[in-house]
């Protein structure tokens, strides 16, 4: 059979890492895809020492590699939204299958890209945008096709999970950890896109089109980073039996869908509770299956080059077959207009932590804005003072930490307010949801 031939635009660590699994896997590479998958041109910037292109044609300029009438598949490795998008619109246009790890891309621009590879026949795959390593696109949009898919959660940001890792197990600092994640190769070319969410929120918006069949509104996707979470947060977490996770929700109700990216509380006994460093897990509830985990490393150049290469097989397996034999891009032929609940609307249970006056009275203040407002409380602790809690006046202020049953969020921001409020409140409350992922 005639050989598939790429072209691969960018040479960073993906770029690298597709490189050289494309090469050093050729022979079985082969066996699977039925034909030999030729690297017919290299577009990038400059070298990579990481990737031995000497025996192969590279240009400066990526446009020619999408624009070269012998490639079948350009693979987009460049990242980026603007350069990003004019490419794989050229690519389209000019008849080509695309493969890219840019989820940025697919969550913001996604539905114009879609249309113009549909109008044109061609497919764009992004498996290695979600997820690095882990199968989990081909997992919704075929393995779990069966199902009426309820609700999904994923640590979906290997740089954050790292972090959060890294101050949990060895007390390390915050910008020191994301300095490391950098040098592995793990952050985006902006980090604050991992630290505050940007980059989660991307992953989860596609993963939620893909698992109910609703289009991509990254713009209605709630995003919270993890940039706010202390030390003590961390600990007092432990002491109740759970861990702090960076975690992607989307949930489908009667009501609408939540889509939503924000450090949450795990009991601890939850097996992806103690996925750790730069691994990603995500959980599937389908109403036929249950409950599955998918888990593996999330970033970094191999995973990630492992889901790219597998979406070039992929092509190449059916790259003669017509267009309307492939897996649509988000897995259903129609879209669905449920919508997305905004974030006051949804649901969950809820940890705080108050910074009190030691003062008679106190707790029952807590308590009745709660109950007045129908929250239950399940776990209620307050700790001892140390000495950093003695003002210089002489008063003492004590953290009351709460564990609260399931209540919608604006009833809670309310009682927040209201908490605030009190003249024994010494600063702000601290809010982290709690997910029991049930
Ligand atoms: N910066 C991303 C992460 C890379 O840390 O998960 C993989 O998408």
Redesign the pocket.
Known sequence: MKAVKVGICGLGTVGSGTFNVLTQNAQDITRRAGREIIIQQVGARRDNPAADTSNTDVTRDIFEVATNPEIDVVVELIGGYDIAKKLVLLAIENGKHVVTAN?ALIAEHGTEIFAAAEAKGVSVMFEA?IA?GIPIVKALREGLAANKINWLAGI?????NFILTEMRDKGRDFADVLKE?QELG???ADPT??VEGI?AAHKLTILASIAYGIPLQFENCYCEGISGITQEDVEYAEELGYRIKHLGVSRRSEKGIDLRVHPAMIPEKRSIATIDGVL?AIMVNGDAVGDTLFSGP??GAGP?ASAVVADIIDLARSIDAPAASRVHHLGFKDVDDTQVLPIEEIETAYYLRIPALDKTGVLAKIATILSERGINIEALIQKEPLEKDVKDDGDVVVQVILLTHTIQEKIMNDAIAAIQALEETQGDVTRIRVEHLV
């Not at 979906?156 to 954050?160: E, F, H, K, Q, V």
């Open positions: 989820k945008g690095g979906i940001n290997g740089t954050g994640a793990y952050a985006e896109f991992d980059d990603n999330g970033a990630t």
